[in-house]
């Protein structure tokens, strides 16, 4: 009642106003059952803008430490993050991500669209990274399409680093679902995972035009801070 509440009365209203969004494939979205919309990363508002561009409810995995903050500041963060609906997970990798992956399925095996960033992370660049074979598993064994998505200019809406987002249109471009059956049953096979990835990732790259640079962009990040220092 509370995500209702917030898309369609108090911000989806005054967001989608302001920023007028230009949307191209909501009907490759199926009306019902689980689905998985695998999105380009650019920005912080890539999880508010498609969300409230579906009319069905998305879920988003989100990193547990949106939901912990201490203070007012916190407890904002918290309730805003509850409300676009997104679910905290915890990255740390080993059993975390075994319990990410499983709380991914438990959406979808709900029926629900589940949202996921296959980059793990925002791009630093506004390029497009190397996709991470966690997504490729959870459509493995979940069975459900996967439809990409691609976020335009969010990221000269809203920079990495900054608070508050520039008056801008942006564009969402929904692609058609991509069908891996032929791989069903092989979710435990590493080279069959990064083929599924490396073909997302490729139609993701089609969509959203950035240029493709085959390294994660956590290594990235990380090499930049290591300089920065």
Do not use: C
């Not at 689980?34 to 879920?59: C, K, M």
């Not at 939901?67 to 905290?88: D, E, M, N």
């Amino acid at each position: 009642m509370f995500y209702w509440f917030m898309k369609n009365i108090v911000v989806g209203p005054l967001l989608l106003g302001i920023f007028r969004p230009w949307v191209v494939g909501l009907e490759n979205i199926p009306k019902s059952g689980g689905v998985i919309l695998a999105s380009n990363h650019l920005s912080f508002i890539d999880s508010v803008f498609l969300p409230l561009v579906v009319s069905r409810r998305v879920v988003f995995l989100a990193k547990s430490e949106y939901f912990t903050g201490k203070g007012l500041k916190g407890w904002a963060t918290k309730q805003f993050f509850k409300a676009t609906g997104q679910l905290p997970i915890d990255r740390s990798g080993g059993k975390a991500s075994e319990d990410s992956l499983n709380t991914g399925l438990r959406v979808l095996g709900l029926g629900g669209v589940l949202g996921i960033y296959p980059e793990g992370t925002r791009s630093p660049d506004a390029k497009m990274y190397r996709g991470r074979t966690g997504v490729a598993r959870m459509v493995l064994e979940s069975g459900v399409p996967v439809i990409p998505v691609a976020m335009i200019d969010t990221e000269k809406a809203m920079p990495t680093g900054t608070r508050i987002p520039k008056v801008r249109r942006i564009g969402i471009v929904i692609g058609t679902p991509l069908d891996f059956t032929r791989f069903e049953g092989m979710e435990g096979d590493r080279f069959v995972l990064r083929s599924v990835t490396d073909e997302l990732m490729y139609e993701l790259q089609r969509l959203s035009t950035q240029e493709y640079v085959d390294v994660y962009a956590t290594s990235v990040k990380e090499k930049r801070a290591t300089l920065s220092r």
